[in-house]
């Protein structure tokens, strides 16, 4: 697979860029500029590791096809976009279609494996991610140029918003904007309707929630679809930032993974959480390379993980994830 | 003779020892696996150089999965970064059996090659109890993040240092010859199959006494639960350091063996895709079977192949050879969805299988057949207040 070239490439590039800042305390605006900065691409990142936290907090499955699914279904939206259609009009199209597709995948290829041994349903997200990879780069990306995704038609991507104490781009402000409209969405939907409730039920106790009368199946299928579309929205937003390719999602899901291992799996603001304090981190430390001062930028990955096993090993199950209680 | 010809053929003729009624019960099993390494010792002979290296691999790999096994099959941590030690016991059996003249803090004398192998593996355990005791923290889907993140970061650190690993281009060795006495009888490609083979088959050996030791009985005690493990007064936390360093042995000495077949060890040679497929060929394999983890690298390096055949079957050659990977997933998927226990498990089942059972199966073949009917009647009733859930027929 040409993947695995491609994400070397894609695993380097982000510290590639060794600038000489100043210091924080001479310009305190690009020290801002860099943290806003860095919340708007964290808050993408806690997008798609939203999508993973929803779905492992349902049926206990790591979806590793997460950023793939997004992937193919911005690519969709891509195609739309060429044919002259509304961006708003394309935005909730490729919403529903991911949540088909999510909804489409839980009842095909995960509902078989569940129940079985517990490794199962890793290796058809594994087989997931390969198919959906694979069908997009037959479809959009064989051996192209990346393709340039507009942003919203609220915010460019190349005009700056000046907010006082940091400059960040408008579509970064956008990115936020819509990262605080799903959280309050998500909010609204588990906290405050008869659905949201059981859907947490089917979470927390499958059994007991069939014997309440949920229909435990369709809230996982529900579940899914959901946790597709979180991911579509994560996708559409970070596509004008770093453009359509094979390898754009492989760049986002690492640090999306991290994000929601960070803020605990079970935990959906934790992901949240998680994503923003990786993507301010991120942002800083190639701004000012105070983190890998040591080491050098080259190796400012390897420094970052082990800072989230540093983390991981303080809090064995994230920041804001429940401890398992163990019985015999 | 043609490769897959000469695969039917052992597995026909390890099927037939396994159950020869002349053969005394209790030797069938040993007979039948003699008979499959006698036929897999002939086949380098006969499938041409290409089928040779790549069985040459799936041994490598076989290595790598037996170890991987051990920690995941039998002691249930997960592991997606094992490729990291595979990575450092190449990196350690190049630097060995290099003279190093530039390297002033280091023995100039080069190791012999045996000896530079075993070293690999102690080396590489060393790594894998290192990694060991922070895991004793993390389970689950948590420690399959932060393993990954192992091979994640090592290519860097590779890279970095390049005094001792020659940075980003790696190191290239010499390959070790055959030995005099073999010489006349081997190829290259050959001598390189059997070397595999042989570590193969004695890692396997070793693999097998471990399980059925008392080592073997506790990481099973731990996998299936830690709690009634600590009753029983099993030493939790040591046994599992103890599954995560064989089975980085393991894993350094696939290394060595794959570093002195291909001549090449570079930081990326091991990626992130092939140290996650490992995962994958353990699971297709069969958890918790040393058979399991072989068939595994089988199907590891021969799944991308067959999938390429039958893709440009289905889809016509150009389309095909872009396709193959859809096909690759979709048989991953399938596979697990047909036999959740993986290969191994799906062979263990057929071995139980009865002429008395196939006859019951064929007897309730109509039931089953309404029963399935009626689980999918959903679909086409569309009566309002019929079909699934509502409990009338």
């Not at chain 2, 830690?226 to 089975?247: F, H, L, N």
Request: aromatic content about 10%; glycine content about 10%; overall charge positive.
């Amino acid at each position: 697979m040409d993947v695995l070239a491609s994400l070397a490439t894609a695993l380097s590039s982000p510290a590639a860029t060794f600038l000489a800042a100043d210091p924080p305390w001479e310009n305190p605006d690009l020290f801002f500029s860099q943290v806003v900065a860095g919340m708007a691409t964290g808050s993408i990142y806690g997008l798609i590791a939203l999508g993973i936290v929803l779905i492992y907090r349902s049926t206990d499955v790591i979806n590793f096809a997460q950023g793939e699914m997004a992937l193919f279904v911005t690519f969709v939206g891509w195609s739309m976009i060429q044919a002259d259609v509304n961006y708003w009009i394309v935005f909730f199209l490729v919403l529903a279609l991911a949540g088909a597709i999510g909804a489409l995948v839980e009842r095909t290829v995960i509902r078989p494996v569940e129940g079985g041994p517990v490794l199962n349903p890793v290796i058809v997200t594994l087989g997931l991610f390969v198919v959906f990879n694979s069908l997009t780069a037959f479809i959009w990306a064989q051996g192209q140029l990346p393709k340039g995704y507009p942003a919203t038609p609220l915010g460019s991507h190349l005009k700056a918003v000046d907010l006082g104490f940091a400059r960040i781009t408008e579509h970064q402000l956008m990115v936020l904007v819509i990262a605080v409209i799903v959280m309050l969405a998500l909010y609204l939907l588990f906290n405050h309707t008869k659905l949201g409730l059981a859907m947490r039920a089917t979470a927390q106790n499958p059994q007991a929630a069939r014997l309440m009368g949920i229909n435990v199946g369709q809230m996982l299928m529900l579940g899914w679809a959901l946790s597709a579309m979180v991911g579509a929205v994560g996708g559409i937003l970070v596509a004008p930032i770093l453009f359509l390719d094979l390898v754009t999602m492989l760049r986002v899901i690492l640090f999306a993974f991290a994000a929601a291992v960070l803020g605990g799996l079970d935990s959906p603001p934790g992901a949240m959480v998680g994503g923003i304090i990786i993507g301010i981190v991120q942002n800083v430390a190639s701004t000012y390379s105070f983190g890998p001062v040591f080491f050098g930028p080259e190796l400012s990955l390897p420094v970052a993980l082990l800072v989230l096993v540093a983390i991981l090993l303080v809090r064995p199950t994230g920041l804001f994830g429940r401890r398992a209680v163990r019985r015999v | 003779m043609g490769f897959w010809w000469a695969i039917a053929i052992a597995v026909a003729a390890a099927a037939t020892v396994r159950f020869a009624p002349v053969i005394p019960r209790r030797w069938r099993v040993l007979a039948s696996l003699a008979v499959l390494l006698l036929v897999v010792c002939w086949m380098p002979f006969t499938v041409g150089t290409f089928k040779t290296s790549q069985m040459t691999t799936v041994a490598t790999w076989g290595i790598v999965a037996i170890g991987l096994n051990l920690l995941t099959g039998y002691n249930g941590q997960i592991s997606l970064g094992h490729g990291a030690f595979v990575t450092i016991g190449a990196y350690a059996v190049a630097i060995l059996t290099d003279s190093k003249e530039h390297l002033g803090f280091v023995d100039a004398s080069a190791w012999p090659f045996w000896a530079a192998i075993v070293a690999g593996g102690f080396i590489a355990a060393a790594f894998g109890f290192a990694v060991g005791v922070p895991a004793l923290r993390l389970s689950g889907p948590y420690l399959a993040v932060a393993s990954l993140g192992l091979v994640i970061a090592l290519p860097p650190v590779l890279a970095k240092y390049d005094g001792l690993t020659g940075g980003r281009l790696g190191i290239r060795e010499p390959q070790p010859p055959p030995p005099g006495f073999l010489a006349d009888l081997l190829n290259r490609d050959q001598w390189f199959f059997f070397l595999a083979l042989t570590t193969l088959v004695l890692m396997a050996l070793l693999a097998w006494l471990i399980v059925r030791s008392r080592w073997g009985r506790a990481f099973i005690a731990v996998r299936d639960s830690e709690v009634a493990a600590m009753a029983a007064g099993i030493p939790v936390a040591q046994y599992k350091v103890m599954a995560y360093t064989i089975s980085a042995f393991y894993g350094g000495i696939a290394g060595g063996i794959f570093m002195s077949t291909i001549g090449l060890i570079t930081p990326e040679s091991i990626g992130i895709i092939l140290s996650i497929n490992y995962f994958t060929a353990i699971v297709i394999g069969g958890l918790g079977s040393i058979m399991g983890s072989i068939i595994g690298g089988f199907v590891l390096v021969f799944l991308p192949d067959l999938s390429t055949d039958l893709a440009t079957g289905i889809f016509g050659d150009r389309q095909g050879k872009q396709l193959w990977p859809t096909i690759y997933g979709a048989v991953l998927i399938g596979v697990i969805i047909l036999m959740p226990h993986g290969i191994a498990g799906a062979v263990h089942r057929l071995s139980r299988l009865r002429p008395a059972h196939v006859a019951e199966a064929i007897h309730g073949l109509p039931k089953a057949l309404r029963q399935t009917a009626e689980r999918f009647s959903w679909a086409w009733d569309i009566r309002p207040g019929r079909g699934k859930g509502t409990g009338e027929p």
